[in-house]
Protein backbone atom coordinates (compact mmCIF):
# COMPACT_ATOMS: atom_id res chain seq x y z
CA UNK A 1 0.00 0.00 0.00
CA UNK A 2 1.27 3.49 -0.71
CA UNK A 3 0.35 6.97 1.38
CA UNK A 4 0.70 10.51 0.20
CA UNK A 5 0.55 12.80 3.21
CA UNK A 6 0.54 16.61 2.43
CA UNK A 7 1.88 19.34 4.92
CA UNK A 8 1.89 23.07 4.64
CA UNK A 9 -1.56 24.60 3.83
CA UNK A 10 -3.28 27.83 5.53
CA UNK A 11 -3.98 30.76 6.08
CA UNK A 12 -1.86 33.54 4.32
CA UNK A 13 -2.26 37.18 3.20
CA UNK A 14 -2.51 38.31 -0.47
CA UNK A 15 1.14 38.29 -1.86
CA UNK A 16 2.79 35.74 0.62
CA UNK A 17 4.25 32.76 0.45
CA UNK A 18 3.64 29.19 1.10
CA UNK A 19 5.19 26.17 0.63
CA UNK A 20 3.47 22.16 0.29
CA UNK A 21 5.13 19.26 1.21
CA UNK A 22 3.75 15.46 -0.10
CA UNK A 23 5.93 12.48 1.17
CA UNK A 24 5.58 9.35 -0.32
CA UNK A 25 5.65 6.06 1.75
CA UNK A 26 5.37 2.51 1.54
CA UNK A 27 5.64 -0.31 -1.14
CA UNK A 28 7.00 2.44 -3.83
CA UNK A 29 9.47 0.54 -6.66
CA UNK A 30 9.40 3.78 -8.56
CA UNK A 31 7.93 7.28 -8.58
CA UNK A 32 6.91 8.31 -12.22
CA UNK A 33 4.53 11.76 -13.04
CA UNK A 34 3.74 13.71 -10.02
CA UNK A 35 1.38 16.85 -9.54
CA UNK A 36 -0.24 19.38 -7.53
CA UNK A 37 -4.14 19.68 -8.08
CA UNK A 38 -6.58 22.62 -6.64
CA UNK A 39 -10.36 22.77 -6.28
CA UNK A 40 -12.11 25.44 -5.36
CA UNK A 41 -15.42 25.35 -4.16
CA UNK A 42 -18.11 24.96 -6.71
CA UNK A 43 -15.21 23.64 -9.29
CA UNK A 44 -13.42 21.15 -10.94
CA UNK A 45 -10.44 20.21 -10.23
CA UNK A 46 -7.80 21.50 -12.24
CA UNK A 47 -4.09 20.82 -12.25
CA UNK A 48 -1.73 23.38 -10.82
CA UNK A 49 1.87 21.80 -11.77
CA UNK A 50 3.45 19.04 -12.43
CA UNK A 51 6.94 17.36 -12.64
CA UNK A 52 7.97 13.99 -14.59
CA UNK A 53 10.75 11.87 -13.67
CA UNK A 54 13.02 13.42 -16.18
CA UNK A 55 13.01 16.52 -14.15
CA UNK A 56 10.67 18.45 -16.72
CA UNK A 57 7.91 20.61 -15.51
CA UNK A 58 4.56 22.54 -16.19
CA UNK A 59 2.68 24.82 -15.10
CA UNK A 60 -0.66 25.97 -15.39
CA UNK A 61 -0.86 29.32 -16.73
CA UNK A 62 -2.54 31.32 -13.78
CA UNK A 63 0.45 30.02 -11.97
CA UNK A 64 3.29 30.75 -14.09
CA UNK A 65 5.71 32.73 -12.27
CA UNK A 66 4.60 32.29 -9.29
CA UNK A 67 4.87 28.64 -8.03
CA UNK A 68 7.59 26.21 -8.48
CA UNK A 69 7.54 22.41 -8.37
CA UNK A 70 10.03 20.48 -7.28
CA UNK A 71 10.90 16.81 -6.14
CA UNK A 72 13.41 14.78 -3.84
CA UNK A 73 13.57 11.21 -4.85
CA UNK A 74 15.72 10.38 -2.31
CA UNK A 75 12.83 11.27 0.07
CA UNK A 76 9.99 10.36 -2.14
CA UNK A 77 8.56 14.18 -1.43
CA UNK A 78 7.30 16.84 -3.92
CA UNK A 79 6.65 20.05 -3.13
CA UNK A 80 5.02 23.20 -4.57
CA UNK A 81 6.51 26.78 -3.72
CA UNK A 82 3.57 29.09 -3.90
CA UNK A 83 4.50 32.99 -3.87
CA UNK A 84 2.63 35.75 -4.68
CA UNK A 85 -0.47 34.56 -3.67
CA UNK A 86 -3.73 35.95 -4.58
CA UNK A 87 -7.22 35.14 -3.14
CA UNK A 88 -8.20 33.22 -6.55
CA UNK A 89 -5.33 30.86 -4.94
CA UNK A 90 -7.60 29.72 -2.67
CA UNK A 91 -8.30 26.26 -2.68
CA UNK A 92 -8.03 22.42 -1.27
CA UNK A 93 -4.51 21.74 -2.96
CA UNK A 94 -3.89 17.40 -3.72
CA UNK A 95 -1.38 15.68 -4.53
CA UNK A 96 -0.99 12.63 -7.25
CA UNK A 97 1.88 10.44 -8.07
CA UNK A 98 1.88 7.84 -10.46
CA UNK A 99 3.52 5.14 -8.37
CA UNK A 100 4.72 1.68 -9.53
CA UNK A 101 4.91 -0.58 -5.83
CA UNK A 102 6.44 -3.69 -5.62
CA UNK A 103 5.32 -6.43 -7.03
CA UNK A 104 2.97 -5.00 -9.62
CA UNK A 105 3.83 -3.96 -13.48
CA UNK A 106 1.84 -0.93 -13.95
CA UNK A 107 1.95 2.09 -12.15
CA UNK A 108 -1.18 3.75 -10.85
CA UNK A 109 -2.29 7.44 -9.72
CA UNK A 110 -2.12 7.67 -5.57
CA UNK A 111 -3.61 10.62 -4.04
CA UNK A 112 -3.02 12.73 -1.08
CA UNK A 113 -6.09 13.66 1.52
CA UNK A 114 -5.86 17.16 0.17
CA UNK A 115 -4.43 20.77 2.28
CA UNK A 116 -6.08 23.91 2.48
CA UNK A 117 -4.59 26.97 1.47
CA UNK A 118 -7.13 30.57 1.82
CA UNK A 119 -5.49 33.40 0.69
CA UNK A 120 -7.43 36.17 2.84
CA UNK A 121 -6.11 39.46 4.28
Known amino acids: QVQLVESGGGLVQPGGSLRLSCAAS????????QGWYRQAPGKQRELVAA???????NYADSVKGRFTISRDNAKNTVYLQMNSLKPEDTAVYYC???????????????WGQGTQVTVSS
Open 96 to 110: KSVIRRYGQTLPADS
Open 26 to 33: GSIFSIYH
Open 51 to 57: IISGGST
